[in-house]
Antibody, heavy 118, light 107 residues
């Protein structure tokens, strides 16, 4: 049974870069049929797809975030990562990683809360 | 971006009720429509993909229908564990977008 677990800092200062990692267990991150996604949810609000990466290295980002986002893959560690630059308070959210089929997302990690504050 | 609008935004219902949640896309999305359930403090959980396909392990009281721009999620007989927030999501075009959510509460 595949499981995903996010990790990273819970508090980041404005203007800094957020780095999160998702560790995948129970499945090969190199499986060609899947994409690996990041999705976020501000407190009390809806869901925003950030972007995804394919094992070939192909990425696709939400245009609203594209200038600040990088998603990368480390197959040797069965991990994929999110870097989000130039943070503001509007980036405060729970960040989820998920396996994507690619048209739907399942399963999801439990999420990690990131607060942007000085 | 394709806008997804759910209605109602919140809904009060009783155990045993039949409930329908609607999701409307700002343009035709064919059958690229999925539904998720989210309970407080938890990650969303996939219920239905490609409009009508029930994810493995999801009870058969959940069903989906629709095509083009208008879609529905139906729960045939509400159970206590169904009180949660439900989101639709389109995957017809990038960026994939979600509805704003429908919070299903106990009456």
């Amino acid at each position: 049974q595949v499981q995903l677990q996010e990790s990273g800092p819970g508090l980041v200062k404005p203007s800094q870069t957020l780095s999160l990692t998702c560790t995948v267990s129970g499945d090969s991150i190199s499986s060609g049929g899947y994409y690996w996604s990041w999705i976020r949810q501000p407190a009390g609000k809806g869901l925003e797809w950030i972007g995804h990466i394919h094992p070939t290295g192909t990425t696709n980002y939400n245009p609203s975030l594209e200038s600040r986002v990088t998603i990368s893959l480390d197959t040797s560690k069965s991990q994929f990562s999110l870097n989000l630059a130039s943070l503001t308070a509007a980036d405060t959210a729970v960040y989820y990683c998920a396996r994507s089929w690619p048209n739907w997302h399942d399963p999801w990690g439990r999420g990690t809360l990131v607060t942007v504050s000085s | 971006d394709i806008q997804m609008t759910q209605s109602p935004s919140s809904l009060s219902a009783s155990v045993g009720d039949r409930v329908t949640i609607t999701c409307r896309a700002s343009q035709s999305i064919g059958s690229y429509l999925n539904w998720y359930q989210q309970k407080p403090g938890e990650a969303p959980n996939l219920l239905i993909f490609a409009v009508v396909s029930l994810q493995y392990g999801v009870p058969s009281r959940f069903s989906g229908s629709g095509s083009g721009t208008d879609f529905t999620l139906t729960i045939s007989s509400l159970q206590p564990e169904d009180f949660a927030t439900y989101y639709c999501q389109q995957s017809y075009s990038s960026p994939h977008t979600f509805g704003q959510g429908t919070k299903l509460e106990i009456k």
